[in-house]
């Protein structure tokens, strides 16, 4: 038996998929995936025995700015995209029996299954990626910003962007692999049945008419590695350190640097991620150190606080860990929605994003530093399930046996 997993974006977007895969493989599965072609997710794949598809340009160089590139280059990105997956799909699935997509960017996976007559499975790994009337659709870059504030008008708005940008090239590629044309694609990608790899408690699903949601719980692995000797010796140092890091993203540095002097003056240690965009705030005091790669999930238990963008890795790993967090979202895709995940728990507090002062830093690491902020975040992380590959690996093989 064989499935090919798809996806495109950063480390957030692939390491799940990756969760499956190893899941997949203990069930006796032969596992493909259609991933960008940066070379950390080359070495990843090849690591666990995993073959990459490579699609798509690196991400990496997609993301080096503080900006976002232009809503015309967004535009040909997308379509671009759109053509690759039509040309690299139909050979990827050859002998498989699934695919699995994972982020609203798969625009041709299910048209590829439907042609090739296997099974089909959209995920999003947060609820908010889904039509709810419950919540308004996630900041989409490069497309307009709507007026409307009802979340049914909103989720409309949203399938007439999608339409715009995809439509015509979907459906000019259906039509010359002999499939009809679809006339709403966002659901047509989504299906009324999509499957969500997000934890129940962290990021539940409501109800909602015309969606039968299978939420499986987030999809991680256990890391192992240990720590390096250099982080180690600083987190021993002293009294535990404030974590701060942006994962893939590249914030201005004001905010980095504004955080980072909030945290020294309430007399806290600061450690600095350096991340996609290279960060260093390091002046040569003792009380701040820099890391590049390291293991959140053995780090973030020894840390008084995690200050990030609002990526679900992130925070999930975080609330598993216990400790408190200080969301500073960039207004990207699902960050907004983690980062009110985190408010509406009280297990940190969640900023206004860029426009963060000095003084709204201040007094949010003094909430997050309150006992009682500290209590709610350790009894959330004793409540949070690790077993979602491995349910979803088991939901997938049974479907198709």
């Known amino acids: 038996m064989r499935v090919l997993l798809s996806t495109y974006g950063t480390r957030g977007d692939v390491e799940p998929l990756v969760a499956l895969a190893v899941r997949l493989r203990a069930l006796g599965v032969d596992v493909r995936m259609c991933a960008p072609p940066d070379e950390e997710f080359a070495e990843r794949l090849a690591g666990l025995g995993v073959q990459l598809v490579p699609i798509g340009p690196p991400v990496r160089e997609l993301m080096r700015g503080t900006t976002l590139p232009s809503a015309a280059d967004l535009s040909r990105y997308r379509t671009e995209m759109v053509d690759a997956q039509f040309d690299i799909f139909p050979a990827a699935v050859e002998g498989c029996d699934a695919l ?13 299954a439907e042609a090739a007559g296997i099974r089909y499975v959209y995920t999003s790994y947060s609820a908010v990626n889904l039509p709810s009337p419950h919540h308004a659709p996630p900041p989409r870059p490069g497309w307009p910003e709507p007026e409307a504030t009802d979340n049914r008008t909103l ?20 039509a010359a692999i002999g499939l009809p044309p679809v006339d709403n694609v966002r659901d047509h990608v989504f299906t009324d049945r999509p499957w ?43 009294a535990p350190p404030v ?40 002046d040569g005091r003792d009380d701040c150190f820099a890391i590049g790669e390291a293991n959140h999930q053995r780090l973030f238990g020894k840390v008084a606080a995690v200050v ?10 975080a609330a598993r860990a216990g400790t408190p967090q200080v969301v500073v979202p960039l207004q990207l895709a699902d960050n907004p929605y983690w980062a009110g995940r985190v408010a509406d728990l009280d297990i940190g507090v969640a900023l206004d994003g860029p426009t963060s002062t000095a003084e709204s830093l201040s007094v949010a690491f003094k909430t997050a530093f309150a006992p009682e902020t500290q209590a709610r975040a350790r009894a959330l992380g004793a409540k949070l399930r690790t077993d979602g590959a ?12």
């Open 196 to 238: 969500l790899a997000a934890d129940p408690v962290l990021g539940p699903w409501r109800e909602t008419p015309g969606l039968d949601v299978t939420q499986t719980g987030a999809w991680t692995l256990p890391d192992e590695r240990p720590l390096p000797a250099d982080l180690l010796a600083f987190l021993e140092a002293g």
């Open 243 to 282: 974590y701060v890091g942006f994962g893939s993203m590249s914030p201005s540095p004001d905010i980095v640097r504004r955080a980072v002097e909030a945290i020294r003056a309430q007399g806290h240690r600061v450690l600095v991620s350096r991340g996609w965009a290279d960060l260093d705030v390091v």
């Open 155 to 174: 989720w409309e708005l949203d399938a007439h962007n999608v339409n715009v940008q995809f439509a015509d090239p979907l459906n000019s590629r259906r």
């Open 308 to 317: 990030h963008h609002g990526g679900a890795g992130t925070t999930l790993t």
């Open 390 to 401: 491995a349910v979803a690996a088991s939901l997938l093989l049974d479907a198709l046996r």
């Open 100 to 112: 699995v997509a994972a982020g609203l960017a798969q625009i041709a996976a299910r048209s590829v």
